[in-house]
Antibody, heavy 120, light 111 residues
């Protein structure tokens, strides 16, 4: 069973870049069976797609965030990463990494989530 | 892509059933059989409960069932138990090169 763990700073200053890493265990990030995904959830609100990446490196981003988002994969470390630039208070949220299974298109596995607060 | 519409809340007594609706369009829910449902307890990550409209992952009780009619999908929880009290989100595929869309979420309360 795939397990995911987010890591990164819990506090980011406005206008700076939010950087998070998701470490994958129990499976290979080189597997062609999954999309590696980032989703966020502001406090008291619903889930929002940020984007996803396939092993080949192809990406899909939320159009509302596309100009600020980069998702990448490091197969040597079995990790994938999120960078969100020019952050504002509106980017304060719990950030989840998750695995979208090809075929069924379901988010089968989730990390525990990490709270990122944007504040000076 | 607009969020799928769910009722903000639903409730039922232990042992009863509760059904949550998830309304989209012909471009998402109505166009594909890739609707999934997630359960989220406070402070926890979402957990997959239903995929491909009505399939249950291993380990999910058969009290949870899913269906779809037209542009509306539904999740039914039968024989409500205290641990079923949580937020529930639907999600749908919305075409290639599209991330898909989540529902607005429904808080289920066990009375």
């Amino acid at each position: 069973q795939v397990q995911l763990q987010e890591s990164g700073p819990g506090l980011v200053k406005p206008s700076q870049t939010l950087s998070l890493t998701c470490t994958v265990s129990g499976g290979s990030i080189s597997s062609g069976s999954y999309y590696w995904s980032w989703i966020r959830q502001p406090a008291g609100k619903g889930l929002e797609w940020i984007g996803r990446i396939y092993t080949s490196g192809s990406t899909n981003y939320n159009p509302s965030l596309k100009s600020r988002v980069t998702i990448s994969v490091d197969t040597s470390k079995n990790q994938f990463s999120l960078k969100l630039s020019s952050v504002t208070a509106a980017d304060t949220a719990v950030y989840y990494c998750a695995v979208l299974r090809l075929g069924e298109l379901s988010l089968d596995y989730w990390g525990q989530g990490t709270l990122v607060t944007v504040s000076s | 892509q607009s969020a799928l519409t769910q009722p903000p809340s639903a409730s039922g007594s232990p042992g009863q059933s509760v059904t949550i609706s998830c309304t989209g369009t012909s471009s998402d829910v109505g166009g594909y059989n890739y609707v999934s449902w997630y359960q989220q307890h406070p402070g926890k990550a979402p957990k997959l409960m239903i995929y491909e409209v009505s399939k249950r992952p291993s380990g999910v009780p058969d009290r949870f069932s899913g269906s779809k009619s037209g542009n509306t999908a539904s999740l039914t929880v039968s024989g409500l138990q205290a641990e079923d009290e949580a937020d529930y989100y639907c999600s749908s595929y919305a075409g290639s090169n599209n991330l898909g869309v989540f529902g607005t979420g429904t808080k289920v309360t066990v009375l």
